[in-house]
């Protein structure tokens, strides 16, 4: 590994994010890197189709401007992170070549593309800084043979960007040492989502209006994919089993759950259970700021960390998140910053829901709740990242 001083930074992701690029755009305004990030696949900047959603998406906020960026050939028959070959891009390791970067920052490395990279930089000997996410939470350790795969793996990578607590228990039980390991937090565009943008409050009043809701009403918000492993069934019964006065549960999202959640909607009280279609990036804001509990009750083992709730914390909404949520170690402390229950414990989500209602129900521990989540979110911001990232760089 040749020591740099790296000022030409190639960055590998899948596909343009409203997470990453605005993080792309800060670094490219507030450090002196040469970055250019090359992308694998177009989701997110052309109308495609997401198979849980349902629906033809694209995102409504800028990813492309701000940053270096291009778009690598994806020849794969069916692009997507959901197989190995779904990222196929050939000319990619030529395109890196020309562009000779003194080090890579890597997304992920399970698919045909990531290996190609990777054996293009080890061949070139250009440092190569991975980044993921990934946890153990809810599984069992992999046995013996993908650990030592995994570790031998990892002991190629110069350095590794962790983004909280279950992540970097992995990174370790993966064998990447301490001195390569750097705190680089997930974190969101803080600037959309501002709760004092007087336009996401606007939007949020007329949003009650109509929707019926009083200002009293206190508002449980669900929003992602109504699919089985985010459990929105199992947090629409418990809310209905409540049945608590003065209350009310919108459901922000579409996907194969919406009949089965539309035909248990019919027992709740009227009036206490609203569905509002997938709501594009700019119109998130008004959504959190309409409710005073933001719930990510999910069972699934692929909710690596829940960016949502980083969404929902910046707007100053406490959270109530299942054990199987990848920042709750992190960002959501029991009756502090929100609340947390076992994910396959249904009397807990009842039981956690009912306190969080009435929590949001008392001013003070409302005020208290929001005080403590914005004192906790003010962490996890593009500025800390990137301060993982320096450091990271700083390590070659």
């Known amino acids: 590994m040749r020591k740099v001083r790296p000022a030409r930074l190639a960055i590998v992701l899948s596909h343009p994010t409203q997470y990453y690029s605005p993080w792309f755009r800060w670094l490219a305004a507030h450090t002196d890197?040469?970055?250019?990030?090359?992308?694998?696949?177009?989701?997110?900047?052309?109308?495609?189709?997401?198979?849980?959603?349902?629906?033809?998406l694209k995102w409504d906020v800028d990813l492309l401007t701000g940053y270096e960026s291009e778009f690598v050939p994806n020849v794969s028959s069916r692009p997507g992170a959901d197989h190995f070959r779904g990222f196929n891009n050939p000319e990619l390791p030529a395109r890196l070549e020309a562009w000779r970067p003194d080090a890579l920052l890597l997304f992920g490395y399970k698919w045909l593309t990531h290996l190609r990279v990777l054996l293009w930089a080890f061949r070139r000997a250009v440092p190569v800084i991975f980044r993921g996410d990934s946890h153990f939470i809810g599984r069992q350790t992999p046995g013996l043979l993908r650990i030592l795969a995994l570790r031998i793996l990892f002991r190629r990578f110069a350095a590794v960007t962790y983004v909280g607590k279950a992540n970097r228990e992995y990174f370790e039980k993966c064998g990447v040492p301490p001195r390569r390991l750097f705190f680089a937090p997930h974190s969101i565009d803080a600037s959309l989502f501002d709760s004092g943008d007087e336009r996401h409050r606007a939007a949020a009043l007329a949003l009650r209006s109509q929707l019926?809701?009083?200002?009293?009403?206190?508002?449980?918000?669900?929003?992602?994919?109504?699919?089985?492993?985010?459990?929105?069934?199992?947090?629409?019964?418990?809310?209905?089993e409540l049945a608590r006065?003065?209350?009310?549960?919108?459901?922000?999202?579409?996907?194969?759950?919406?009949?089965?959640?539309?035909?248990?909607?019919?027992?709740?009280?009227?009036?206490?259970?609203?569905?509002?279609?997938?709501?594009?990036?700019?119109?998130m804001p008004s959504r959190y700021l309409l409710a005073d509990i933001f719930a990510l009750p999910s069972r699934g083992l692929y909710e690596t960390w829940g960016l949502a709730v980083n969404e929902a914390m910046h707007m100053g909404v406490p959270c109530l998140v299942s054990d199987r949520v990848g920042c709750q170690q992190d960002l959501v402390t029991d009756g502090l910053t929100g609340w947390t229950f076992p994910a396959s414990d249904a009397a807990a989500l009842k039981g956690k829901l009912a306190a969080a209602l009435a929590a949001v129900g008392d001013a003070t521990e409302r005020e208290r709740l929001r005080a403590a989540v914005i004192a906790r979110i003010a962490g996890y911001t593009y500025e800390q990242t990137t301060s993982g990232l320096m450091a990271a760089l700083g390590s070659l």
């Open 33 to 56: 890197l040469r970055l250019r990030v090359f992308y694998l696949w177009k989701f997110g900047v052309s109308e495609m189709t997401d198979p849980q959603f349902g629906k033809v």
């Open 212 to 240: 019926g809701l009083s200002a009293e009403t206190r508002v449980v918000l669900f929003a992602g994919k109504l699919v089985p492993a985010k459990q929105p069934r199992e947090l629409l019964s418990a809310f209905i």
């Open 245 to 283: 006065p003065d209350t009310a549960i919108v459901l922000v999202g579409d996907g194969e759950e919406k009949p089965a959640l539309e035909a248990l909607a019919a027992a709740a009280r009227p009036g206490s259970v609203h569905f509002l279609p997938f709501a594009n990036q700019t119109e």
